[in-house]
């Protein structure tokens, strides 16, 4: 057993890191370490850790490891995270680079051991997401009950611990920012133990849960906005590292970057971003917060170019900034609006940004003006607004005393008297503002009176403090009803408040994480959503369903939720406004009259709304779909062609294996309070002999 944890490593290591400090020389601190090593491994007994338990689920392996058999031979990395935790994002970049310096043949092996804070975080499934979502390729384990964390008495995210060959401790690391330490204390513990031939250059059973996943049109895609005048979608891509525009039937119009990360700026064809999470677009501008880049990006969709307005391009710890934008160092954006200086001639002059890794609310200025209880400030200057720098649930009439815990969505209501910045304060699961007239940072929402005390979490209606969140990533106004929507990530809902009575309740959503789109909201579910919007008229509200890869429409007049379509240009190239041409129909194929018609219940739908058919098709026994044959699925209306403008009015049928979604969406206005719309579908398949089977469904 490990005698006392980590707390036995505490007196070697102290005077170690303290002789570092007065250390000159690479060789000099080389030495150290090597001597350091020495006194460590001729000790009496080992400081050694516990066998991680049999029945502990693994990740990105073939099966369960085990610490002193499997790992026996290797320097061991061992990650306590817990993947909310901006400060464990941070680190995964030296983790990712000290294993492409070394790999298992070299003698090191990296462990994850996700320890989780939140409950939702024990869930293996949800573990697995953040897995591929963090591109983590070395192995985890998910230690859901912190057995290992509570034997070694870690006490805070991130903490790193290195082990010897033998399983024994060697150093900690605790917090991030160590990179120059892990690569020292590694680098030597693997040649001190080579000279002792101890280190075995065995493979260890890697399995990448990312290569088992099938390819989706979106991958973890992070946040949504949509253009004033509600036509245009804007899709942060996260997974694929790329910036999507669509129509608001999903057809895409623009695709900015990707599929690989990369930091790049130019033409939208060699542009590239990093995990990029918040979007705002005005006209034909887009600003997105391009995380893990550590940049303010900005977009011209008429020019087709992609800039960089602020960040220089690595993790930056300055909690005050002041400098242009493109010389400030920022961390970790995480969403980005448009709002207004008190002193400003023209709107939408300020860029408000989520400053995730600094826990902070932050400032780009567009033009120049005057932030509250701040100075006159210059065009393109970078610097903070709101927060502290501590990571904290503190309230205070000034600013720059209150403190933030890993803001995550910000969203601008202007008018009064609310006059006032939304924040999704994540790990404090509270929902701030901060006012635009004083700055003043207040609650609404969420949390407890504790400003240090951030476990006050949970999934409660109610108002003010009685509700209780789990890590909301976003926020958006509805300047219509005066009210404002939260996604409650961890919870997996949709929660709606009122920010006059403090009330917060849950508008979709049961609770589960899974994919359910039913006639109810509170029927549906959804997966750790990151992000949503409403459009200006109020109609409309989109949600980045994260972990579902997809993006939600919920009706907030009809109830009605439905998926967006991510369709390619060339699927559904037809320009918009045009009436239907007479040979598209006319080359349409002829069912015989004999073709079974299945009628379906009548549908209330709203002009404008996109509704989609889901086509599940089964052939007769024995029978094998001809794939040299024209199959097809086209759509019909009758004596109503008005519905059929700018559609998608067929497409091929190359497997029935897979489920077929067809998307349609409906005129903005609407000739006719009834109308019958049909799907039909044309197979040829194979059995004894050949023979064409067409099957009718009509939808009224």
Known sequence: MAAGGLAGLLP???????????????????????QYLKRMDSRERDLTVPELGGDLQWLNTAGPISLHKDLCGKVVVLDFFTYCCINCLHLLPDLHALEHQYSDKDGLIIVGVHSAKFPNEKVLDNVKSAVLRYNIVHPVVNDADATLWHELEVSCWPTLVILGPRGNMLFSLVGEGHR????????????????????????????????TLPPSPLLFPGKVTVDNSGERLVIADTGHHRILVTRKNGQILHTIGGPKSGRRDGRFSEAAFNSPQGITIKNNTIYVADTENHLIRKID????????????????????????GEEQPISSPWDVVFGNSISGTQEDDVLWIAMAGTHQVWALMLEGGKLPKGSDLKKGVCL?????????????????????????????????????????DSESSTVRTISLKDGAVKHLVGGERDPLNLFAFGDVDGAGMNAKLQHPLGVTWDKKRK????????????????????????????????????????????????????????RLMYVADTNNHQIKVLDLETKILSMLPILNPEACDV????????????NLPKLPKSAPVLQLPSLTVAPGQTIQFLLKLTLPPDSKLNEEAPNSWFITAE??????????????????????????????????????????????????????????????
Request: glycine share 8%.
């Open 12 to 34: 070697a290591q102290t005077q170690l890191e303290y002789a570092l400090l007065d250390a000159d020389t690479p060789q000099e601190k080389e030495n150290l370490v090597y």
């Open 180 to 211: 120059e330490r892990l690569f020292l204390f590694t680098s030597i513990t693997l040649k001190f133990y080579k000279e002792r031939g101890q280190i075995k250059d065995n493979n260890i059973g890697i399995k990448l849960y990312r290569d």
């Open 575 to 586: 320009p918009d406004n045009l009436p239907v041409q007479k040979d598209k129909i006319t």
């Open 483 to 538: 009210l404002l929507y939260v996604a409650d990530s961890y919870n997996h809902k949709i929660k709606v408040v009122d920010p006059k009575m403090k009330n917060c309740a849950t508008l979709a959503g049961t609770g589960e994480a899974s994919d359910v789109i039913d006639s109810s909201f509170t029927q549906s579910t959804f997966n750790e959503p990151g992000g949503l919007c409403v459009e200006e008229n109020g």
């Open 384 to 424: 903070r607004f709101a927060g502290s720098g501590n990571e904290e649930n503190r309230n205070n009439a000034y600013p720059h005393k209150a403190g933030f815990a890993q803001p995550s969505g910000l969203s601008l209501a202007s008018e009064e008297p609310w006059n006032c910045l939304f924040v999704a």
């Open 639 to 700: 004596d109503n062609t008005w519905l059929l403008q700018g559609q998608c009015l067929s497409g091929e049928i190359k497997d029935v294996s897979c489920q077929i979604i067809i998307p349609f969406q409906l005129p903005g206005s609407c000739l006719s309070a009834e109308a019958i719309l049909a799907v039909k579908v044309c197979l040829y398949y194979c059995s004894k002999g050949l023979c064409s089977h067409g099957c009718q469904l009509a939808i009224q």
């Open 301 to 324: 969709l008429e020019l087709e170019m992609v800039t960089t307005v602020a960040g220089i391009g690595i993790q930056g710890v300055d909690k005050e900034g002041g400098a242009k």
